[in-house]
């Protein structure tokens, strides 16, 4: 019975399943800490070559799929260890000088994350070129603006399309602020004071490619707000991409049918032939739900730990390491997916059945011919009620019937169209098509500029061990 117990608790703290994940992070972190205990003369030369040709032995054995990870020694750190200790003798008992468990994987996760955080931009940014080019090539097409789901105002596709590209705009700014917050180096804070010995922290930081070292022990081994902070850009994100998956799942059905998803990211029904299933995008819009819930999973874990490190912050990881995956797999088909859709402009202009979605514009035309606009609006409202009633456009009223409401309209109302209601929108961020080109074109130079920073941030992270 007590064999059973060691082995549950044994099982139960152990956190290898999911951290051996790590595995690069934590031997980069040591090769790094003993070139440092090397240089600052704390061990001596023929050690430290000893134990990094050791740790890259290792990081080659994990990379080949031989690594033996052993549950009974909890966690990646240990792992590691006892191996370079089978591997090089005694000698491998001189890693750990200066430092502990408790800095080394606070260092392990950013060094993770700022990899990740640079590859979640990337796939940003092409999804971005996704709409973009979706965009540009419907650019012209009118399509009915809503507002609480009802026909609110004719708007362009492409200006549809562009708003989610600035929306994804803004979750790269979280993300490049997350990985400002993520690039401080942990390591020299030791379990929680700092350490005793001679270190030189700024090597190991050029070293590893952060661009500042901590500066107070307690809040380096307890500090996951970059965590928490990938997370609440990751749910944010995923909120838009849910928002946009519901209009292509409304879009791609029978009764809007203004655009037709590929074959490749829909299903077919068990017994149903004809359905055409938009599966991807249910389900990139179902998984938002599990990224919010490890956001909360991580801020309900933090928020009454004392200082500095405790064991409940080992629920770090897998919600992180999900999160991570989701956003991952959600951004990478969610832009193969808009790269294939095609648009049915015809469809999308016949929505507008009724161009009662023009009452803006007359209550616009009456108050530039003078009338206050309060009152204009409640003359287009009952001049609306009054087509409806009858069945007719405004473009089919008469212009009689026009002046039983207002005698200000002329014969120019029957001007007032889909077209020149688009184009009258020709303010910055407005729906004019000549706005939607110099959108298009800022979109452009966006892209562009984006992928220079990105090579640069790129080359100051080393994925290799």
């Known amino acids: 019975m007590l064999i059973e117990k060691k082995e549950l608790v044994k099982n139960y703290v152990a956190s290898i399943p999911f951290d051996r994940r790590l595995y690069r992070h934590d031997i980069r972190g040591s090769i790094a800490h003993v070139k440092m205990l090397s240089r600052e003369g704390i061990i001596d030369e023929c050690g430290a070559n000893t134990i990094i040709d050791g740790l890259s032995s290792i990081c080659q054995e994990i990379d080949r799929g031989e690594f ?3 549950t009974e020694l909890e966690d990646i750190h240990i792992n590691i260890e006892v191996r370079l200790f089978e591997k090089i003798g005694d000698v ?13 994987v606070a260092l392990d996760l950013r060094l993770f994350l700022k990899e990740e955080i640079l590859t979640t931009i990337e796939e940003l940014t092409a999804l971005q070129g996704s709409l973009v080019e979706l965009a540009a090539s419907n650019k012209l097409i009118i399509m ?3 507002t ?3 026909q609110a105002q004719p708007i362009l596709l492409s200006h549809h399309l562009l708003a989610y590209f600035d929306m994804l705009q803004r979750d790269k700014e979280r993300f490049y602020q997350n990985l400002k917050h993520t690039d401080v180096l942990p390591l020299g804070s030791g379990a929680l004071a700092g350490v005793s010995y001679p270190i030189n922290r700024e090597f190991v930081a050029q070293e590893l490619g952060f661009s500042k070292v901590s500066t107070n022990s307690l809040d380096a081994v307890s500090d996951r707000d970059f965590v928490v902070e990938y997370e609440a850009a990751a749910a944010l994100t995923m909120m838009h991409l849910s928002r946009l998956a519901e209009e292509i799942i409304l879009w791609s059905s029978a009764e809007f049918d203004f655009i037709e998803i590929d074959k490749c990211y829909t299903t077919g029904s068990s017994i149903m032939p004809q359905k055409k299933n938009p599966d991807v995008a249910e389900l990139i819009r179902g998984k938002t739900g599990r990224v919010y ?4 999973a991580i801020l309900t874990t933090l928020k009454a730990l004392p200082l500095a490190y405790n064991r409940d912050m080992q629920e770090d990881k897998e919600g992180l390491f999900d999160t991570v995956d989701t956003l991952h797999s959600s951004l ?5 997916m808009m790269q294939t859709i095609k648009v049915n402009a015809k469809h999308i202009r016949d929505a ?4 009662y979605i023009l009452a803006t514009d007359l209550a616009d035309y009456l108050v530039k011919k003078g009338l206050p606009f309060r009152e204009a609006h409640g003359v287009t409202a009952k001049l609306s009620e009054y087509a409806i009633s009858k069945d007719k456009n405004f473009s089919e009223l008469s212009l009689n019937e026009y002046h039983r409401f207002c005698s200000l309209f002329d014969k120019d109302i029957y001007n007032t169209t889909l077209e020149s ?13 000549q706005q939607v080109e110099v959108a298009l074109n800022e979109a452009r130079k966006l892209l562009k500029n984006e992928g220079k920073k990105q090579a640069n941030q790129a080359s100051t992270i080393d994925t290799q061990c």
């Open 68 to 70: 033996q990870f052993r």
């Open 92 to 104: 491998a008992g001189k890693l750990h000088t200066a430092r502990s468990r408790n800095d080394q």
């Open 144 to 146: 009915p603006g809503y």
């Open 148 to 150: 609480h789901l009802q």
């Open 293 to 296: 819930g490890n956001l909360v």
């Open 332 to 336: 990478k088909v969610f832009a193969g």
């Open 352 to 355: 507008i059945k009724k161009d």
């Open 421 to 433: 209601s688009v184009a009258s929108r020709n303010i910055t961020g407005g729906t004019s098509p």
